[in-house]
């Protein structure tokens, strides 16, 4: 599929599912949707920038057993969820050449930006992390991580530039505003 200039705004539940197919998205906005912007699985999808995901009552994107591409300027702003309000991936993997920003992103147990489980993360771009939160005060150890939570056997390779600015976890014990690592292995290398 090719999805592009495309505004998907107030759908009453998910604004795109995606299952078994490979796509491209390109200038693409999700806005107000009640379900996630998209809902993805067992898929390939690149998103080749210049895409806006805002204001979605369960997260920009959902990925269960895919591969994401993104290539250009990407945002993720204000999306609420469970878990991951910019970005929920199970089992996926996620390969970022291009600028990312998760601004003021909310989920109630992991990752206000971004919560991977089991998931591969790779990026060589710029990542920014700026006022997510995670939001609900209870413990479990992968409760926490205001800007990115990965667990679970997640790996996570970022290998440039990313900031980390006011992001905050309300998990009593597990916490980490900035980033949560919970059975993870997570590499930065900015040079």
Do not use: P, W
Not at 41 to 63: C, W
Request: aromatic share 8%; with cysteine; charged share 10%.
């Amino acid at each position: 599929f090719d999805f592009s200039n495309v505004t998907l705004q107030e759908s009453a539940g998910v604004s795109l599912n995606v299952q078994d197919s490979n796509g491209l998205v390109t200038g693409a906005r999700f806005i107000g949707n009640a379900g996630a912007g998209m809902n993805i699985t067992s898929s390939t999808v690149v998103f080749d920038g210049n895409n806006t995901f805002s204001d979605n009552l369960d997260g920009g994107i959902a990925s269960y057993d895919s591969t994401l591409q993104f290539i250009g300027v990407n945002q993720f702003t204000k999306n609420t969820a469970t878990r991951g309000g910019g970005i929920s991936a199970i089992s996926s993997t996620i390969n970022c050449s291009g600028n990312m920003t998760f601004e003021y992103n909310s989920a109630e147990q992991c990752g206000g930006g971004i919560c991977l489980n089991g998931t591969r993360m790779t990026s060589e771009s710029h990542i920014r992390f700026i006022g997510n939160t995670q939001t609900v005060l209870k413990y479990h150890i992968m409760n926490g991580g205001g800007g990115l939570s990965a667990v679970e056997d997640s790996v996570v390779n970022i290998n440039a530039v990313s900031d980390f600015i006011h992001n905050t976890a309300a998990a009593e014990y597990s916490g980490g505003g900035g980033l949560l690592a919970a059975d993870a292995t997570v590499n930065i290398n900015a040079e």
